[in-house]
């Protein structure tokens, strides 16, 4: 199966930067696309930047200018630098893969990590 691990989070002022990373582990496939949502406290999970192999990314309006998401493909990890950050940005950030593997797509979640902004 495949794992997904996050790490990089933390507390920090507003106005100032993180780095998430995501290592994703076992049967990755080459038809994938990897990401970051986020769920605040009372709030649905929504989107806030997916990037596939081609390097095609897509982001959240609410993150655009701020937030710059990479990949290598070589180590199978995704990152997300987050600057700028602002108080309505305090979530757990969750790690996503999306892979065309057996005839079909497979979705797969990281355990999450806290960012938290606050003075």
């Known amino acids: 199966q495949v794992q997904l691990v996050e790490s990089g989070g933390g507390l920090v002022q507003p106005g100032g930067s993180l780095r998430l990373s995501c290592a994703a582990s076992?049967?990755?496939?080459?038809?994938?696309?990897m990401g970051w949502y986020r769920q605040a406290p009372g709030k649905q999970r929504e989107l806030v930047a997916t990037?596939?192999?081609?390097?095609?990314?897509t982001d959240a309006d609410s993150v655009k200018g701020r937030f710059t998401i990479s990949r290598d493909n070589a180590k199978n990890m995704v990152y997300l630098q987050m600057n700028n950050l602002k108080p309505e940005d305090t979530a757990v950030y969750y790690c996503?893969?999306?892979?065309?593997?057996?005839?079909?797509?497979?979705?797969?979640w990281g355990q999450g990590t806290q960012v938290t902004v606050s003075a």
């Open positions: 996503n893969l999306r892979q065309w593997l057996l005839a079909r797509w497979n979705e797969y």
């Open positions: 076992g049967s990755i496939g080459t038809i994938n696309s």
């Open positions: 990037i596939t192999r081609g390097d095609i990314t």
